[in-house]
């Protein structure tokens, strides 16, 4: 039986590896350290796994007749698939969350995934954010 490649298999195999490197970044660096030097680590990462990544992604908003050109800007966005957030989630998760599953709507992506690479346990620093289009 042959395995299913479509669009979806896709996003998923980008999510695993993203995860993937994202674990290693936390094991390897622990908690503490500046974002930057988390999303330097993780760039090394998506390196070392092949992974195509763009940084600071400016993004248009549409709202009825008009465009705003620069409404929003995607903090890292892989292969042009899954939008990926840094943030020491803390007190604020849902506003994380909400801002990821803002940019999703806006761009047409299905996948997100904020990091907090200060959570105390290691499975706590993925969350994934599907769109409302899946």
Excluded: W
């Excluded at 695993?16 to 760039?43: H, K, N, Q, T």
């Amino acid at each position: 039986m042959a395995i299913e490649t479509g669009p979806m298999n896709r996003i998923e195999e980008v999510a695993a590896s993203i995860v993937e490197a994202a674990l290693e970044v936390r094991s390897e660096m622990g908690i503490g350290l500046l974002d930057e030097i988390y999303e330097l680590c993780l760039f090394q990462e998506f390196k070392n796994r092949g992974l195509r990544y763009k940084t600071h992604v400016v993004m248009p908003v549409k709202c009825d007749d008009l465009t705003i050109e620069e409404g929003y800007i995607i903090d890292i966005l892989v292969e042009d698939k899954v939008i990926v957030k840094i943030k020491p989630v803390g007190s604020k998760p849902s506003l994380y969350l909400a801002h990821v599953s803002t940019y999703l709507k806006h761009s047409g992506l299905r996948l997100g995934i904020l990091l907090d690479f200060d959570a105390k346990r290691l499975q706590n620093c993925v969350n994934r954010v599907t769109s409302y289009i899946l």
